[in-house]
Every structure is written in structure tokens, then in C-alpha cells.
């Protein structure tokens, strides 16, 4: 008999390149699709329709889409770095200083500082042009959170944008690997529709191994940033390559 699936459903991602990896739920997934393309020659001879087909190789891909930001399941799909750090760094946006009397300010986090990302004049709007010392009008100098201004800027308000390290939240640092290194996964993918006339019809996906092609991280205005993850699949050394599981015997 045949179903109806509705829906993204779930999907959970297990790194198989490494022993005893943490199944990874994507989180919030959107879309998941499937796509399986065989290569087919046809033969010809007096006629214009082929006398037979034959099914060559056959590509397998799929594409899912997240809402949900994972730095774990991102490393385990895709880049198979070996470890996260604890920490990182934030951005201060904006913090406001009124230029004192010489012309130099220290920022507010400017022990644990980390890079600086620009200065905005505030009454003007006008980004001050950075330099290595001795601003003219106009200009900034940095030096480890310590701001130096012509002392013609002496009592504007300068915006200053900057990093500085932090302990909370953790950082995952993507390193670029020798050639061949590929991460491998399995995706399971479970979704489920309750109709009143059949009851629930769990439907389920396994698919034994899956390497990484692609990911995106797409950022628009009014609108959440949903990654991307392309992938390939193929078969295991006993020649599995997926399991559906379907909800009734046919």
C-alpha cells in the first residue's frame, strides 16, 4: 500500500571516519533531498528507438538545509577538524569615546583585545582612515586597544569597532588538510504522518556513507540564515549503500 510523508522530518548526521562518534541531530532541519541520476546508453541500430538500454554508473547526491546554527554538526558533516577550543573572540560594535585632551583613548576591553575593525566619527558619519602613527586630521593610530587621534579631534565622539577575546561559547578553527582527508558520515532521516483514516506512517532513511561536497551559509536581509550542505553517497565494503523503511508491507 502506498503512503503519504509530509514534512522536513529529522535528521541526524554520525561520523563514521572516526570510532564512537556522537550522533548529531542537525537541529530544525528544512529540506531533504535524494538524488539518484544512473548513466544509461542506449544502443541503435536501423531504427530510430534504441534497441535496449543498459544502466551504467549511477551518481548519488543528496542536499539538506538547517535552521539551526551547529558548530558540532558542522565539523562532523563537513570539515572533520580534530577538536573545538573553549573561548573566542567577540565584537564590541560601535563603543562611543569622547576624544580626550591629547588625543589618545583606551577602549573598554582593552585587556583582552584582539583586532581593530574601524572607527566612525559620530557626528560626521565619516570613517577615519587608519595610519601607523602620527595622525594627520582625520586619522587614527592603533596599538592594542590604545586609540590615537590628531588632537584636532580632540572632543568628537569616535564609534570604535573591535574584537576581544572571551572565555565563554567555543571557537572551531578550520584548518586546511592534506589531500584526500575525507570525513565520512551516516544520515538517518525519520518523518512521520499522523492521517485519521491509516494512523501514523512512520517513514525512514539510512544512508551507510556520505562525504561532504559543499556548504553554504547564505545571509539575507529580513530573513534567517539557513546552511546548506550538498553530499555524495556511496557503498560500503559489503556493497550497502541505503535502507528505507517503509510503514506497511506492499
Not at 538547517?66 to 577538524?81: D, K, L, T
Request: overall charge negative; glycine content about 8%.
Amino acid at each position: 500500500m502506498s503512503f503519504a510523508a509530509f514534512g522536513p522530518g529529522i535528521i541526524i548526521v554520525t561520523r563514521t571516519d572516526l570510532a564512537q562518534q556522537t550522533p548529531i541531530n542537525i537541529g530544525y532541519a528544512q529540506s531533504l533531498s535524494l538524488d539518484i541520476a544512473g548513466e544509461v546508453k542506449p544502443l541503435y541500430g536501423t531504427y530510430q528507438f534504441p534497441l535496449v538500454q543498459a544502466r551504467g554508473t549511477i551518481k548519488a547526491s543528496g542536499k539538506f538545509v538547517a535552521a539551526e546554527i551547529s558548530g558540532i554538526a558542522w565539523n562532523s558533516f563537513f570539515y572533520g577538524q580534530s577538536s573545538f577550543s573553549a573561548g573566542g573572540f567577540q565584537w564590541n560594535i560601535g563603543e562611543q569615546h569622547t576624544i580626550p585632551a591629547g588625543g589618545t583613548l583606551t577602549v573598554t576591553n582593552s585587556t583582552n583585545y584582539d583586532d581593530d575593525l574601524g572607527v566612525i566619527f559620530d557626528a560626521s558619519r565619516l570613517p577615519a582612515q587608519k595610519t601607523p602613527s602620527a595622525p594627520a586630521a582625520g586619522y587614527y593610530a592603533e596599538s592594542a586597544g590604545v586609540y590615537t587621534f590628531n588632537t584636532a579631534q580632540v572632543g568628537l565622539v569616535a564609534d570604535v569597532t573591535y574584537t576581544s577575546t572571551v572565555t565563554t561559547g567555543q571557537s572551531l578553527l578550520v584548518t586546511s588538510q592534506v589531500i584526500g582527508t575525507t570525513p565520512t558520515f551516516q544520515l538517518d532521516y525519520y518523518t512521520n504522518l499522523n492521517r485519521p483514516a491509516l494512523g501514523p506512517t512512520p517513514f525512514a532513511v539510512r544512508v551507510f556513507a556520505c562525504v561532504a561536497a559543499k556548504h553554504s551559509l547564505g545571509f539575507k536581509l529580513s530573513d534567517f540564515m539557513m546552511p546548506e550542505f550538498d553530499f555524495e553517497f556511496f557503498s560500503l565494503p559489503n556493497l550497502n549503500v541505503l535502507q528505507y523503511v517503509f510503514p506497511e508491507i506492499s
